[in-house]
């Protein structure tokens, strides 16, 4: 698989773990002990989003 397509697969994946979360970090019905997973995904959306994937060409995605 290219890399671009990788990348954007693993924003989708993460991205259709998070909607419950944000909705309960918005509502503010989540405990502080949970709100790790979120913060954990949306960190690692942020960086897939930030990865300059044409330049780099030794990626090791999960």
Known sequence: ?????R???????AST?????????LLNSISDAAKA???????????LRAANVPLASNIIWP
């Not at 698989?1 to 397509?5: A, D, E, K």
Request: no cysteine.
């Open 1 to 5: 698989m290219h890399l671009i397509p």
């Open 7 to 13: 990348r954007s697969a693993l924003v989708n994946e």
């Open 17 to 25: 773990r998070t909607p419950l979360w944000q909705a309960q970090l």
């Open 37 to 47: 997973l979120p913060a954990g995904w949306m960190g690692g959306i942020r960086a």
